[in-house]
T-cell receptor, first 115, second 111 residues
Framework: EAGVTQFPSHSVIEKGQTVTLRCDPI?????LYWYRRVMGKEIKFLLH????????ESGMPNNRFLAERTGGTYSTLKVQPAELEDSGVYFC?????????????FGPGTRLTVL | GQQLNQSPQSMFIQEGEDVSMNCTSS?????WLWYKQEPGEGPVLLIA?????ELTSNGRLTAQFGITRKDSFLNISASIPSDVGIYFC???????????FGTGTSLTVIP
């Protein structure tokens, strides 16, 4: 069974540009989460999808971040326009509904660098 | 926002030594998880704890859910070079699905 995959693995962009990150959860996992880790800090929750619906987006930093999960399969996280403080590693995680979100499987992350 | 205090921030130990790290919170959690992240990979779940006082082992790893429900610790016995990585604790409150993560403990094992 394939794990959570994320694309790209690295992205280097300039301030003001737009970047879109993609996450493909484990097949059949209805829960999908986005997290971010800024260098040296904790992994912070961004938002949670159940299928295509946003269950909790309380962790989204501001309206420059837009997450979508059309069709309830893969998800995208767009940052527009990117700022320097958006640099960090963006993780996606998924879990089956039956687990109640207790066990989350993480992807390898996308390392975003904003110059 | 909620913050977990995880310590130590980093550890440099000799192969064969035991390791201990912990997380504390000002809030009560009903779930504690411990993850390990290796370079280029995402965090991988090591141990999950669901009840206060629970002590769970996974090979050389042992974790406990504190009685106060505000802390948890992870022990690694007889460390080996492949234990190298960043260890994260994560906790979830009774209400809500969100997990709060610690800042991580970077472990280096010297052969």
């Amino acid at each position: 069974e394939a794990g959570v995959t994320q694309f790209p693995s690295h992205s280097v962009i300039e301030k003001g540009q737009t970047v879109t990150l993609r996450c493909d959860p484990i097949s059949g996992h209805d829960n999908l989460y986005w997290y971010r880790r800024v260098m040296g800090k904790e992994i912070k929750f961004l938002l949670h999808f159940v299928k295509e619906s946003k269950q909790d987006e309380s962790g989204m930093p501001n309206n420059r971040f837009l997450a979508e999960r059309t069709g309830g399969t893969y998800s995208t996280l767009k940052v527009q326009p990117a700022e320097l403080e958006d640099s960090g590693v963006y993780f996606c995680a998924s879990s089956p509904l039956s687990s109640g979100g207790r066990v989350q499987f993480f992807g390898p992350g996308t390392r975003l660098t904003v110059l | 926002g909620q913050q977990l205090n995880q310590s130590p921030q980093s550890m440099f130990i000799q192969e064969g030594e035991d390791v201990s790290m912990n997380c504390t919170s000002s809030s009560i959690f009903n779930t504690w998880l411990w993850y390990k992240q290796e370079p280029g990979e995402g965090p991988v779940l090591l141990i999950a704890l669901y009840k206060a006082g629970e002590l769970t082992s996974n090979g050389r790893l042992t974790a406990q859910f504190g009685i106060t429900r505000k802390d948890s610790f992870l022990n690694i016995s007889a460390s080996i070079p492949s234990d190298v990585g960043i260890y994260f604790c994560a906790g979830r409150k009774l209400t809500g699905n969100q997990f709060y993560f610690g800042t991580g403990t970077s472990l280096t094992v010297i052969p």
